[in-house]
């Protein structure tokens, strides 16, 4: 598995805001920003409080970490990656949002097709 970390500085969060491009569907909002050099790819999350309690917002970002890494190997390396999810997301299953997250990454032009990722 390729090497993935995250985004956590608020400094971080902003050049791939400036500098990415975006790209969007109903339920999700990704910003990528693409860099040479390096040799792992980060991830930043984003969820509104409009999702719901914090038990709400932390369950949509696990579910989104797991799904994000189950295609780190069919991502490209040494880009940021910032998700933002939208106000469906709170009633989607696991399925639903692994579906829709993989659309806008293909929309993205940053997934390939390699392999066919197991449904849960």
Same mark, same amino acid.
Request: aromatic share 8%; net charge positive; charged share 30%.
């Given at each position: 598995?390729?090497?993935?970390?995250?985004?956590?500085? %608020?400094? =971080?969060?902003?050049?791939?805001?400036?500098?990415?491009?975006?790209?969007? %569907?109903?339920?999700?909002?990704?910003?990528?920003?693409?860099? /040479?050099?390096?040799?792992?790819?980060?991830?930043? #999350?984003?969820?509104?409080?409009?999702?719901? %309690?914090?038990?709400?917002? /932390?369950?949509?970002?696990?579910? *989104?970490?797991?799904?994000?890494?189950?295609?780190? =190997?069919?991502?490209?390396?040494? %880009? =940021?990656?910032? *998700? *933002?999810?939208?106000?469906?997301?709170?009633?989607?299953?696991?399925?639903?949002?692994?579906?829709?997250?993989?659309?806008?990454?293909?929309?993205?032009?940053? #997934?390939?097709?390699?392999?066919?990722?197991?449904? *849960?």
């Amino acid at each position: 598995m390729k090497t993935l970390k995250r985004l956590k500085k %608020n400094q =971080d969060f902003q050049v791939v805001f400036k500098e990415g491009k975006s790209f969007a %569907n109903r339920q999700f909002v990704v910003y990528v920003l693409r860099h /040479n050099g390096k040799s792992y790819s980060r991830l930043g #999350l984003s969820v509104s409080k409009k999702m719901g %309690n914090a038990v709400m917002r /932390n369950h949509i970002k696990r579910s *989104i970490k797991a799904i994000f890494y189950k295609f780190a =190997d069919r991502l490209e390396t040494e %880009n =940021d990656y910032i *998700i *933002i999810s939208r106000k469906p997301v709170s009633t989607m299953s696991h399925v639903e949002m692994q579906k829709s997250l993989e659309h806008v990454l293909k929309k993205a032009r940053v #997934l390939s097709n390699s392999c066919k990722v197991p449904q *849960i």
